[in-house]
């Protein structure tokens, strides 16, 4: 096997790895019906072509699956991975960017429903710290349902000074946390900005907390101590989305 080639399961994962040209699909498992199923969500252009395809049955693919418990719909391609863009040169001469910022985040299901929510209401990249990034998990892939395919991510070494350098370069920065003192439906989302969301179980961390401009809230009901953070940042990205096409 290729040293940068990896597998991923899922209906979706694989067809949208096959729709990206700057992905390289190097070999797919599928069976009779999941290729039926190709051809018909892409009648005028043959996805497999110039790929090697590999026909198997339900149990033969069960393999690439069964150690994290997923469903492969008879699904399966070793892939490479796609050449990264730096976040500086990403930002340059840009306006009215939304980037959300991931701190201590690794859970690879919510990093992919992250991802997911943030293709789905046109946010402009993911900035999360390298070593927390899973970036050949096959749960993430399938959480974000295709959608690793659409979305600048941006993989750096160090949060806080990544968010100091992006406050010089006229950032906005707004951690999202349950301390907030303002529900964050209350600011105007101008300019260029960053959205900060800590750990699933500690939130952002006081040394994060430094580099926020402001610390703001989703409310909610108070019988409810907190909401997943994959829910909360959906309901951020399509307020700002829909903030952001109202103008």
């Known amino acids: 096997m290729n040293k940068s080639a990896f597998f991923i399961v899922g209906k979706h994962p694989v067809i949208e790895a096959l729709k990206n040209p700057k ?6 498992f599928l069976t009779e019906e999941s290729k039926k199923t190709i051809h018909r969500i892409s009648p005028n252009n043959n996805l497999l072509k110039d790929i090697k395809v590999f026909f198997k049955t339900k149990k033969e693919l069960d393999k690439y699956s069964t150690k994290e418990n997923l469903m492969h719909q008879g699904f399966v391609a070793e892939i490479e991975h796609i050449e990264e863009i730096a976040l500086k040169n990403y930002i340059v001469d840009k306006e009215k960017l939304n980037i959300v910022c991931l701190d201590e985040v ?11 929510s943030a293709v789905s209401f046109n946010l402009d990249g993911i900035i999360i710290k390298d070593r927390h990034f899973p970036s050949e998990s096959k749960l993430m892939y399938k959480a974000a349902s295709g959608c690793m395919e659409y979305l600048n991510i941006f993989k750096v070494s160090n949060i806080n000074s990544t968010l100091k350098y992006l406050r010089e370069k ?7 946390d349950a301390s907030g003192e303002k529900d964050f439906t209350q600011h ?12 699933e179980g500690y939130g952002l961390s006081k040394h994060t907390l430094k580099y926020t401009d402001y610390l703001v809230k989703i409310d909610i009901n108070s019988k409810v101590e907190s909401l997943n953070i994959s829910n909360s940042a959906s309901i951020a990205f399509h307020h700002i989305n829909k ?5």
């Open 243 to 247: 903030f952001k096409h109202s103008g």
């Open 188 to 199: 105007k989302w101008d300019g260029n900005n960053i959205l900060l969301f800590g750990s």
């Open 23 to 28: 992905r390289k699909v190097i070999r797919v």
């Open 106 to 116: 690794t859970d690879p299901r919510n990093i992919g429903s992250i991802i997911r």
């Open 170 to 176: 006229n950032f906005w920065v707004y951690g999202f």
